[in-house]
């Protein structure tokens, strides 16, 4: 398999566990909870996790996000640029790769919890400042934040837990050159223990 192939497909399920996710939790919020005020959405939980893997390629996911919400939740066509544009907006927490290295992140606690909290924040201010592009108004931030809390504390946790899964939280060119290296090192104890092993 190409590294082409492996990150197509890797994207792709990716994207089909986040739709899916999007789906399920608003289905469920409508039926169970219909007058409560906040919402809870795994969409930036899981466009950190591709933007560590990926990098720039998790704006599909941003933009598919958006449109799944708003599929389900029949929302206006204003709405569908707010949330797929605006969801655009968390690949902000890019910018963060130019002073820390993709390893340092996944590695300390507080910047992991600063990369998750950036792209919550760009996604938030993106919102916003499309929905203004709409007629919204200037408070509408603080409704879009207050509302949206629940999706910040779920991203931060699933996060801090994707970092201890090997290879998850990881990018993916090194995950591949360290896996490698490791398989290539193990063959070359087993061949040696074969070729220079003990006589009975």
């Known amino acids: 398999m190409s590294?082409?192939?492996?990150?197509?497909?890797?994207?792709?399920?990716?994207?089909?566990?986040?739709?899916?996710?999007?789906?399920?939790?608003?289905i469920a919020a409508r039926v169970w909870f219909p007058l409560e005020a906040y919402v809870l959405s795994p969409m930036i939980a899981i466009v950190c996790i591709v933007m560590m893997r990926w990098g720039p390629f998790a704006a599909v996911h941003a933009v598919g996000g958006g449109l799944a919400l708003c599929i389900v939740s029949g929302a206006e066509a204003g709405q569908y640029a707010v949330y797929c544009i605006g969801?655009?907006?968390?690949?902000?927490?890019?910018?963060l790769f130019k002073k820390w290295d993709k390893k340092t992140i996944r590695e300390k606690i507080p910047l992991t919890i600063l990369f998750t909290v950036t792209a919550f924040c760009g996604a938030q201010i993106g919102r916003w400042l499309v929905g203004m592009c709409f007629g919204g108004d200037v408070t509408d931030i603080v409704r879009l934040v207050t509302t949206d809390s629940l999706s910040l504390i779920f991203a931060v946790i699933t996060t801090l837990i994707a970092r201890r899964i090997d290879g998850l939280f990881e990018d993916q060119i090194a995950y591949l050159l360290r896996t490698q290296a490791e398989r290539n090192k193990e063959q070359l104890e087993d061949y040696g223990d074969t070729e220079y092993g003990d006589e009975p």
């Open 3 to 26: 590294l082409k192939q492996y990150r197509n497909i890797d994207l792709a399920i990716m994207l089909a566990m986040l739709v899916t996710a999007e789906v399920v939790i608003n």
């Open 87 to 95: 969801n655009c907006f968390a690949l902000a927490a890019l910018l």
